[in-house]
Nanobody
Framework: VQLKESGGGSVQAGTSLVLSCELSGGIFSSYAMGWFRQAPGKEREFVATINWIGNGKEVSDSVKDRFTISRDNDKNTLYLQMNTLRPQDTAVYSC????????????????????WGQGTQVTVSS
């Protein structure tokens, strides 16, 4: 299984970005998916997760009102819509996958995941 993120970049505070993560080499709809981020000098942080079918999600309190996770199983792609970006959102954002058909359990720890993308840089300037 390979994961490839795209959509990062350098933006001004208050603007929006959409990150994408495409999965190949596996059946996308059999994986729970997650987004994590890591800022310089900090530990990796959970951002959001979504179940295999896309009808259940959990989002970190730090981004809850601004970020939305979604997936398109027909396109093998995971998304992270990020609105009203802040300088503190600056980080490398990585997607992750783990096999799961649970609709009610949400994986919020990086150790829960088996596969990772290389990450995409998001830089927000004030």
């Amino acid at each position: 299984v390979q994961l490839k993120e795209s959509g990062g970049g350098s933006v001004q505070a208050g603007t929006s970005l959409v990150l994408s993560c495409e999965l190949s080499g596996g059946i996308f709809s059999s994986y729970a998916m997650g987004w994590f981020r890591q800022a310089p000098g900090k530990e990796r942080e959970f951002v959001a997760t979504i179940n295999w079918i896309g009808n259940g999600k959990e989002v970190s309190d730090s981004v809850k009102d601004r970020f939305t996770i979604s997936r398109d199983n027909d396109k093998n792609t995971l998304y992270l819509q990020m609105n009203t970006l802040r300088p503190q959102d600056t980080a490398v954002y990585s997607c992750a996958a783990r096999p799961s058909y649970s609709s009610t359990y949400f994986y919020t720890h990086s150790d829960d995941y088996d596969f990772w993308g290389q990450g995409t840089q998001v830089t927000v300037s004030s």
